[in-house]
């Protein structure tokens, strides 16, 4: 890397993404109100509504599934206050959301607010990489890699579910923290498993391939990760839920993966049925016949959720907030029994 320009950099990295704190304010009234009115208010309206009937089921384990990058956006205290808070029972997210975002701000970095009309090449120049307006210090971000690769450099030479690695992300976490209550952390604490399916799409895929050409370089055992092995995992915390609900922010791998689990037992002669509730949120357009993998209704036609299901079609972190603390605010999430589903994979 050529001699960088410090002080350039740091006038692109001066004014820090703040994180949304439900609990501060009330949107109640906000969404009582929009359930009076049309298009996408009253979509709103129902996804909250209807959220909090999942958390008012006793039997409805909740899976939320992220997609995007609504984390670096401002949404990452969301996520681990809807864990805190009791009204997410596993998650199933892109590795980007977990480590990238996530994982990284806990290690003492941040995410910073950006312009979307920036001349690129300079960015690159300055090594700051960027996600439409917000920018990340790419120096930073290789600090994170080097973390996932002495996570795996500790760990007995294996695969090892995406699941298993962010729990022991979770611990070094408690060691290493510098910024606490990250989703990694809350959900290490409260037994609330995470799954990326596509792990190696992340800051940590990029440390685990330094620590398996280390290993191979020393003829050495190494770790890597076992996708199918999340399949299975998935699954079983999905058949041994009576009823099963979905909140997904965005589709793709995550959305599919959750969704996929019906199918998945199934196959294995189980007829646990379809999930009961589900909620996306997002703008992909169902015209060309991907919806970011297919519409809720559409899912219904592969068995994958059948029951009380609402799409809103909108930028997630314009209709999250109003969400989550409506559902905050209405506090039947106090009654809720912790399901606890990551200590069924405890072992010896």
């Known amino acids: 890397m050529a001699k960088m320009n410090r002080k350039a950099k740091q006038k692109f990295l001066e ?8 609990t501060k304010f009330d949107s109640t009234p906000i969404i009582q109100s929009m359930q009076n009115m049309s298009f996408t208010a009253r979509d709103t309206a129902n996804a909250a509504k209807l959220f909090n009937q999942m958390i008012r089921d006793k039997n409805c384990s909740i899976f939320l599934a992220i997609a995007g990058s609504t984390s670096a956006a401002g949404c990452m205290q969301i996520y681990s206050d809807m864990v805190k808070y009791n009204m997410v029972d596993a998650v199933v997210a892109t590795g980007a959301s977990i480590v990238d975002m996530d994982f990284f701000e806990a290690l003492g970095f941040r995410h ?19 996600i439409y307006d917000t920018f990340i210090d790419e ?13 795996a450099d500790r760990l007995k030479p294996r695969p090892y579910s995406s699941r298993e690695f962010i729990r022991e992300m979770g611990k070094y976490l408690k060691e290493n923290a510098k910024k606490k209550g990250s989703l990694v952390e ?24 330094l620590h398996q050409c280390e290993r191979i370089n020393k003829h050495k055992g190494y770790v890597s990760i076992d996708s199918v092995a999340d399949f299975r ?3 079983e915390i999905k058949i041994k839920s009576p ?14 993966f959750i969704q996929d689990t019906v199918v998945c037992a199934e196959v294995l002669g189980k007829k646990e049925g379809p999930h009961k509730y589900a909620v996306q949120i997002g703008v992909a357009d169902f015209r060309d016949g991907a919806c970011s993998s297919s519409t809720l209704k559409e899912a219904s036609s592969w068995g994958k959720v059948e029951g009380k299901e609402q799409m809103v079609y909108a930028e997630a972190t314009s209709v999250l907030p109003l969400i989550i603390s409506y559902v905050y605010h209405k506090g039947d999430w106090k009654k809720r029994e912790r399901r606890g589903w990551a200590k069924i994979f405890e072992r010896d």
Request: charged share 30%; with cysteine; net charge negative.
């Open 233 to 235: 995992e998935l699954t």
């Open 186 to 209: 809350v959900c290490y604490d409260n037994n609330v498993p995470i799954f990326c399916p596509a792990f190696s799409d992340s800051s940590a895929g990029l440390g685990l391939v």
């Open 112 to 130: 910073y607010k950006g312009n979307p009309n920036v001349d690129d090449r300079k960015l690159r120049d300055l090594y700051i990489d960027r």
């Open 139 to 151: 120096e930073e971000l290789q600090v994170c890699d080097k973390a996932a690769k002495e996570i």
């Open 243 to 256: 009823a099963s609900g979905l909140f997904m922010i965005g589709g793709g791998v995550p959305k599919n």
């Open 15 to 22: 004014e820090k993404v703040e994180h949304i704190d439900i």
